[in-house]
């Protein structure tokens, strides 16, 4: 359970918040995540995550195409299974759906922190030794939990 765990970076001062100050819903879903602008260990650059946003913005909007369902509400419960900065979920935010975004547990970087300071959902998950459950009770559980936590 350690390795899941990532701490908050130190700060210089007692009335400085570890982390950042995050900015409030919907603001922090495009406003750069303290651990992104911060200088850090794990090589998240700005570049790379301004990249990630334009990236499943321009999916998303081609996908609308394809899938007309999308914006219907057909689909509710969408999985991102290596979510990275958390850009699908947030492209995905004007849709009727809710994103689980997983980051794989063996992950080089542990962009999980980088999707709570966006304000979404996450979890690691090793693909390889379980499967994830997908009823829609889990989802629902999750998304209530969300809903309390924002």
């Not at 492209?91 to 080089?108: I, T």
């Not at 999707?115 to 379980?130: K, P, S, V």
Request: glycine share 8%; with cysteine.
């Amino acid at each position: 359970m350690t390795a899941c765990i990532f701490p908050l970076p130190d700060v210089k001062d007692v009335h400085e918040e570890s982390g950042g100050v995050l900015e409030k819903w919907p603001m922090r879903l495009e406003t750069v995540p303290p651990r992104v602008g911060n200088e850090n260990d794990d090589g998240f650059t700005l570049k790379a995550y301004i990249k990630d946003n334009q990236r499943w913005k321009r999916r998303v909007s081609d996908y609308e195409i394809m899938l007309k369902s999308i914006s219907s509400g057909k689909y509710r419960n969408v999985m991102d299974m290596n979510a990275g900065f958390g850009g699908f979920a947030a492209a995905m935010v004007k849709y009727p759906v809710w994103v689980m975004n997983v980051v794989p547990f063996d992950a080089k970087s542990s962009n999980l922190g980088i999707i709570y300071e966006r304000g979404l959902i996450g979890t690691y998950m090793d693909w390889c030794a379980h499967s994830f459950p997908n009823s829609p009770f889990f989802f629902n559980l999750h998304k209530l939990l969300a809903k309390m936590i924002l």
